[in-house]
């Protein structure tokens, strides 16, 4: 099981990277927007050095064209690295992209995924992830967890090496509902990730804990303070 940030803000990820078990970063223009960088590429090398190279890193190209998607990955691993994973929306033209980078050896994330037949094919493309965009599946009435065990079980059938990172949440059940559909990995806001902690429960429970403990040795005393 795999927690990605689907962020391109440094704040964020750096809070994330001190906080959770995080496995690498996702971006899209959409994402990219939001932040705005200046410089995109210098932008792009403080991610990496707040991530390092343990975890992965995710950049959607934005060309329609096979040519123009080869031309924007080469560029992104000369001003990267050449591990960067290439974030290819699952179009014809994109199929083709992605067979043409696994050949030359390159990591490849297959997004913008709505149908199975769709997933299938960047399946056999060699797509190391595929990402299912679950809320908007959701909201064109199809059933995006369904897409999901269907294609968990083609991969485990078939002996792919591919995982399935879901992705487009909009409330923690439906990340938990992917998870537990057979997704092997999850890139989802940080401030959503961060919602799991505002149940009041667990700031009562840590709150009476904290009272019975200082009920015995005093206010203001830690275990350090012993």
């Given at each position: ?31 990219v927007?939001?932040?705005?960088p ?48 290439i ?9 083709k992209?992605i067979?043409?980078?696994k050949?030359?050896?390159h ?5 913008a995924v ?25 909201s ?6 369904a897409?999901?065990?269907n ?8 002996g ?35 919602g ?27 275990i350090?303070n012993l």
């Amino acid at each position: 099981m795999e927690f990605l940030v689907d962020t391109a803000d440094l704040n964020e990820i750096r809070d994330a990277a001190e906080h959770l078990p995080l496995a690498g970063v996702t971006c899209n223009p959409t994402i990219v927007r939001k932040s705005a960088p200046r410089d995109f590429f210098a932008h792009m090398r403080q991610v990496r050095e707040i991530i390092g190279t343990e975890r992965t890193l995710h950049i959607q190209i934005i060309a329609e064209d096979t040519a123009g998607q080869l031309a924007e990955a080469d560029r992104l691993f000369q001003e990267i690295d050449p591990e960067v994973y290439i974030k290819v929306p699952v179009t014809w033209e994109g199929l083709k992209t992605i067979q043409t980078l696994k050949k030359d050896g390159h990591h490849v994330t297959a997004t913008a995924v709505y149908d199975l037949m769709q997933a299938y094919m960047a399946l056999a493309a060699g797509a190391d992830y595929i990402a299912p965009y679950v809320n908007r599946i959701g909201s064109c009435g199809a059933d995006p967890y369904a897409l999901i065990r269907n294609l968990s079980g083609r991969i485990d059938h078939d002996g792919y090496a591919c995982k399935i990172v879901a992705a487009s949440f909009h409330s923690v059940q439906q990340v938990r509902d992917s998870l537990d559909a057979g997704a092997q990995a999850v890139t989802v806001s940080p401030a959503l990730l961060k919602g799991v902690y505002a149940n009041p429960n667990i700031t009562h429970a840590v709150a009476d804990f904290a009272a019975d403990w200082h009920a015995v040795y005093g206010e203001g005393k830690g275990i350090t303070n012993l």
